[in-house]
């Protein structure tokens, strides 16, 4: 079945720590997104991507990075200068920039 | 900018009761809308969009949303709810960057 998959659902880091979330997808989709999810403020945009080989920031990008090497791949990595990393992350894909499909999510806890 | 507002932050019907959730949103152009639903710890389902066309809009599980051009509303109902729809349900539209703009959800309860 077509989808995608994130990796690894739950995830526990250390202060100072950089940690890397995966996304695939094989639904051959072009533009593949990231948001972050905090209770009661809805979802918002960290980066996107709607070709390989380029990405832009969204509203909140700042203390993330993305990499978009390949079609199916778009890792996000939460880096030491993200002030409050715990959250719940989802990654979504599209391929006609207007119906989302989204992952399970990947829960982000900084102990 | 375009945003969208859900007022309401927690809703609870009985099983079997009507349901509408409300959603109004901000934005210059026609837009395009969505409802997603999302069950605990789940990414999110979509339930309809509405691009253009008839206002009245079918989706899936017995979900439907009327476009109110008038009321920049596009508020999402079902005439008989399941205890299996309790979820947090999400309304959103696309902005001129093709990026969606969600609304902060409005979380159903479901009494038996």
């Known amino acids: 079945d077509g989808g995608i998959t994130q990796s690894p659902k739950y995830l526990f880091r250390k202060e100072g720590q950089n940690v890397t979330l995966s996304c695939e997808q094989n639904?051959?989709?072009?533009?593949m997104y990231w948001y972050r999810q905090d209770p009661g403020q809805g979802l918002r945009l960290i980066y996107y991507?709607?070709?390989?080989?380029?990405?832009q920031k969204g509203d909140i990008a700042e203390g993330y990075s993305v990499s978009r090497e390949k079609k199916e791949s778009f890792p996000l990595t939460v880096t030491s200068a993200q002030k409050n990393p715990t959250a719940f992350y989802l990654c979504?894909?599209?391929?006609?920039?207007?119906?989302?499909?989204f992952g399970a999510g990947s829960r982000l806890t900084v102990l | 900018a375009q945003s969208v507002t859900q007022p309401d932050i927690h809703i609870t019907v009985s099983e079997g009761a009507s349901l509408e959730l409300r959603c109004n949103y901000s934005y210059g152009a026609t837009p395009y809308l969505f409802w997603y639903v999302q069950s605990p710890g789940q990414g999110l389902q979509l339930l309809l969009k509405?691009?253009?066309?008839?206002?009245l809009v079918q989706g899936i599980k017995g979900f439907e949303a009327e476009f109110k051009r008038s009321q920049s509303s596009f508020n999402l109902r079902k005439p008989s709810v399941h205890w299996s729809d309790a979820a947090e349900y999400f309304c959103a539209v696309m902005d001129s960057s093709y990026k969606l703009i969600f609304g902060s959800g409005t979380r159903l309860l479901v009494r038996p």
């Open positions: 639904l051959n989709h072009d533009a």
């Open positions: 979504a894909s599209s391929t006609d920039r207007n119906v989302l499909t």
């Open positions: 509405y691009f253009s066309g008839d206002t």
């Open positions: 991507s709607q070709i390989v080989n380029d990405f």
